[in-house]
T-cell receptor, first 115, second 116 residues
Framework: AQSVTQLDSQVPVFEEAPVELRCNYS??????LFWYVQYPNQGLQLLLK??????LVKGINGFEAEFNKSQTSFHLRKPSVHISDTAEYFC?????????????FGGGTRVLVKP | DTGVSQDPRHKITKRGQNVTFRCDPI?????LYWYRQTLGQGPEFLTY????????KSRLLSDRFSAERPKGSFSTLEIQRTEQGDSAMYLC??????????????FGQGTRLTVV
């Protein structure tokens, strides 16, 4: 079984400032890693994913994340946020080679971008 | 294709009533998933289908919950004798099947259920 911990439930940040959202996971097997964003009253949209290869992954809207196997982390960063980045962000994992590719999500981090 | 579609978007029901939600996946996506998201939490896996076969069910899916995907296209999730604890956002997602690699799941906008 896997678990995902998002260490910050809420992150306030000023517009054009950098932001980092922390994600740690626990699993007895190798996993794929994902970050999703959820805008108010919307479904989830994939920001980026790590399947294999380079540990630095670039996604949409200027986001990037770095996979650190030894620390079992997959932190999300953006160098300069916009008001439109106000949303909830979810880190998720799925087991490598598992049938079904079901996702296990963290509790989410709410980002509030202030002008 | 307009993506994953869920209907209704919002549902208010009285405790004890039955409710049914519908999900239309992206066409040609073999896999369809249901998740439940309560306020302030991340989504939790409920069940998934590959074509018409329901291949896995979470322990969260009590016997009051039933999901179907009769023709391998749209799916329905029914909750019988609703309880206040069933109030949540119910999310549907779909993905294609690809050998040997994980593929992105595309989510619908969800059905928000409020049990009063």
């Amino acid at each position: 079984a896997q678990s995902v911990t998002q260490l910050d439930s809420q992150v306030p940040v000023f517009e054009e400032a950098p932001v980092e959202l922390r994600c740690n996971y626990s699993s007895s097997v190798s996993v794929y890693l994902f970050w999703y964003v959820q805008y108010p009253n919307q479904g989830l949209q994939l920001l980026l994913k790590y399947l294999s290869g380079s540990t630095l992954v670039k996604g949409i809207n200027g986001f990037e994340a770095e996979f650190n196997k030894s620390q079992t982390s997959f932190h999300l960063r953006k160098p300069s946020v916009h008001i439109s980045d106000t949303a909830e962000y979810f880190c998720a994992v799925s087991e490598l080679w598992a049938a079904g590719n079901k996702l296990t999500f963290g509790g989410g981090t709410r980002v509030l971008v202030k002008p | 294709d307009t993506g994953v579609s869920q209907d209704p978007r919002h549902k208010i029901t009285k405790r004890g009533q039955n409710v049914t939600f519908r999900c239309d996946p992206i066409s040609e996506h073999n896999r369809l998933y249901w998740y439940r998201q309560t306020l302030g939490q991340g989504p939790e896996f409920l069940t998934y289908f590959q074509n018409e076969a329901q291949l896995e069910k979470s322990r969260l899916l009590s016997d009051r919950f039933s999901a179907e995907r009769p023709k391998g296209s749209f799916s329905t999730l029914e909750i019988q004798r609703t309880e206040q604890g069933d109030s949540a956002m119910y999310l549907c997602a779909s993905s294609p099947v690809t050998q040997g690699a994980n593929t992105e799941a595309f989510f619908g906008q969800g059905t928000r259920l409020t049990v009063v």
